[in-house]
């Protein structure tokens, strides 16, 4: 599996992430379908990523195994 980008993944929440497209991108569907229902959960949620992006991404990449993104 190829690992997952921080920028790539900020552009997805810059453009798309009302619609949680950057949590799909993450691999995090139940939480993609929440922030899709209720527009990033008012927005609150999407300011929160804003600061959390970076450590999701390594979160992601090493609970897939992967060594550095």
């Known amino acids: 599996m190829a690992p ?30 929440l922030y899709l229902f209720t527009l990033g959960i008012l927005g609150i949620g999407l300011l929160i990523d804003l600061f959390t992006l970076p450590s999701q991404v390594r979160e992601v990449n090493a609970r897939n195994g992967v060594a550095f993104a």
């Open 4 to 33: 997952k980008q921080t920028p790539i993944a900020y552009l997805l929440w810059f453009f798309l992430g009302g619609l949680g497209i950057h949590q799909f991108y993450l691999g995090k569907t139940g939480r993609g379908l």
